[in-house]
């Protein structure tokens, strides 16, 4: 006998695996006999495939909760009965659809054999009354293949053709395709060049930047002598009208000495040869321009302010004045022609020297005349006089006077000034020569700084004065241009209809003139040289389409040809007349009842 503290031998440690898996096997084969047995019990195998997922729930369940196991095996017979059931009933409605279905067919069919029969009735009795005409038909039927044919013919000719042309569009398209390979490395290369001058561009660009900069830097500095040089010359007017002043009074004693020098001298030797004392040079010069009180008030009112002076603003610092026709001097017929030039006018520089020298040298000069002469004079009227001449060679201003210029000036009823802008080259400056010369003057350069010019024109049986202004296009002058809209009545912005950026730039000056000037400023938009139709980039409609976004007068004009110069100009004119009439009115209604109130008080 073995004892029990000995080791098991390998013979006892084989037989205990082997009588557990024994075990197991036992038990596996009596789970899966009771579970067959419930299945068939329930008839689950009809409508299951597939018992592993229903085995292995009830194996658990069996194993970890066995007294829900009679609860699952009700839950199934329940299911199991309810698929049965279901079961049944698709038998039995699989077998009704049948039924219907062979009724169906059987009645179809008959439904085919009585159609079947009434057709072929029907195509007897057709074929019975049709047959001549299918004859007629098919001989036109014949007639029409043999046309076919024909034609059949000539396609397979055009495809033929067609054939042809195809290879020779792909031998076309071959060489296309070589070609295009070609345009592949030239476009290679010019992206290339391409990316390189850009890069030399991007080098420009910042030098140009630092140039605009320096550019902006001499603007201002530009901008600050034009200053100085305004300052200037407004004291040296202020200076110039104290000694106009004091030439007129100094003129009016002359006269009155030389009037009573003449009287005695006639009264003591009338039939003898004398000599009389004529007046000075300047003192006949002012006599002839017989000046009004609001012509003086216009003509202080043109010199006082730089903005109101047709300045030419060069870049050597030189400043030219010029102007149609005297401010302050309206004509009935014809208007005086002006061109003054400071910088060759000698009359400043005579009067700040000793005036009183300068005058009796000049009286003493007149007192050596010959007394032919001084007869002749005496003998003329006055209408017929002309004006003498001056050591100067002109009178002040190199005003040339002709006998209708030298009547007496009518004092106009309104005063306007007119501010022409626009990009350079678009056609100010000859615009304005057409409208005050009526003349067209080819090679214009380009205005630098501000001109202006003075026309007196007739609106509704008045008088009006128009200043208009020519600024210049250029950028680096927008600053000046930009100070000129804050007095002005009126603004024209012009327009090149054969440049596109010309018409781009409106839209830029109306926001400027919005910002200088304000909404209420009345505006004409106007698009030069229409004579040149055939070279037009922006078509009319776009112009009055901008016009009437931004509530402006529109015009196309021509200062070549002179369309619409005049018309323009006077439709403009007389809107401003119209406001400044309504003006004028309010102003008369509030001072009538003030008076009235005042009267009321008064009682």
Not at 213 to 226: D, H, I, P, T
Not at 250 to 260: A, I, Q, V
Not at 319 to 329: A, F, K, L, R, Y
Not at 383 to 395: E, L, T
Request: hydrophobic share 30%; proline share 2%.
């Amino acid at each position: 006998m073995v004892s029990r503290n000995e080791a098991p031998g390998p013979e006892n440690e084989n037989d205990f695996p082997s009588k557990w898996e024994e075990n197991f096997a036992d038990e596996s084969d009596d789970e899966d006999h009771q579970f067959s047995k419930l299945m068939a019990q329930l008839g689950a195998r009809r409508n299951l495939e597939d018992e592993s997922d229903v085995k292995q729930l009830w194996l658990q369940l069996r194993k970890e909760e066995p007294h829900l196991l009679s609860n699952f095996e009700e839950f199934l017979a329940r299911v199991f009965s309810q698929l049965q059931e279901a079961d049944n009933e698709k038998n039995e409605l699989e077998s009704a659809l049948k039924k219907k279905i062979a009724a169906y067919d059987e009645e179809i069919q008959q439904l085919y054999e009585e159609m079947e029969q009434q057709i072929k009735k029907e195509k007897e009795q057709f074929l019975l009354k049709d047959t001549e005409r299918f004859q007629s038909r098919s001989q036109d039927l014949e007639h029409k293949l043999l046309s076919k044919e024909q034609e059949l013919e000539q396609l397979i000719q055009k495809q033929k053709r067609l054939e042809g042309q195809c290879k020779e569009l792909h031998n076309d398209k071959q060489e296309t395709k070589v070609e295009n390979t070609k345009l592949k490395l030239t476009n290679k290369e010019l992206l290339r060049d391409l990316e390189r001058t850009s890069q030399e561009l991007i080098i420009a660009q910042q030098q140009l930047q630092m140039l605009q900069e320096e550019a902006s830097k001499l603007q201002e500095e530009k901008e600050v002598e034009v200053y100085r040089v305004t300052e200037s010359l407004q004291r040296e007017k202020s200076g110039l009208l104290k000694q106009l002043d004091f030439l007129r009074e100094r003129n009016k004693h002359l006269k009155d000495e030389r009037d009573m020098c003449l009287q005695k001298y006639k009264t003591s030797t009338p039939n003898a040869n004398w000599k009389q004392r004529s007046g000075s040079v300047i003192g006949k010069y002012v006599e002839g321009k017989v000046l009004s009180k609001s012509q003086s008030i216009e003509e202080e009112d043109v010199f006082s302010n730089s903005t109101r002076r047709r300045n030419s603003v060069g870049l050597n610092g030189y400043i030219s004045v010029e102007s149609d026709h005297c401010t302050g001097e309206m004509t009935q017929g014809k208007h005086l022609q002006r061109i003054i030039s400071i910088e060759e006018d000698h009359l400043p520089q005579l009067l700040d020297r000793s005036l009183e020298k300068q005058l009796s040298k000049w009286t003493e000069e007149d007192e050596n005349v010959s007394s032919e002469k001084e007869m002749d004079e005496m003998q003329l009227t006055p209408s017929s006089q002309h004006m003498p001449s001056s050591p100067r060679g002109q009178p002040v201003g190199k005003e040339m006077l002709s006998h209708e210029e030298r009547r007496i000036p009518t004092v106009p009823d309104s005063l306007f000034k007119i501010v022409f802008v626009g990009n350079s080259s678009v056609g100010k400056t000859s615009f304005l020569r057409r409208f005050c010369e009526d003349r067209f003057f080819p090679g214009t350069s380009a205005t630098v700084g501000i001109d202006y010019c003075v026309k007196t024109i007739t609106v509704d049986n008045s008088q009006v004065v128009l200043q208009l202004w020519d600024t210049a296009g250029q950028e680096r002058y927008r600053s000046i241009t930009k100070q000129f809209f804050r007095k002005a009545d009126g603004v024209v912005v012009m327009y090149d209809i054969t440049a596109k950026d010309t018409f781009i730039s409106v839209k830029q000056w109306l926001v400027s003139i919005e910002e200088a000037a304000g909404e209420n400023i009345p505006l004409l938009l106007l698009g030069n040289k229409t004579d040149n139709e055939k070279e037009r980039e922006v078509p009319k409609g776009l112009g009055e389409h901008l016009a009437k976004d931004y509530n402006l007068i529109f015009y196309e004009c021509s200062a070549y040809s002179g369309h619409n110069t005049k018309e323009s100009v006077l439709h403009l004119a007389r809107l401003l007349k119209e406001q400044e009439d309504k003006v004028k009115e309010k102003t008369v209604k509030l001072q009538h009842d003030s008076n009235k109130k005042s009267c009321c008080g008064r009682q």
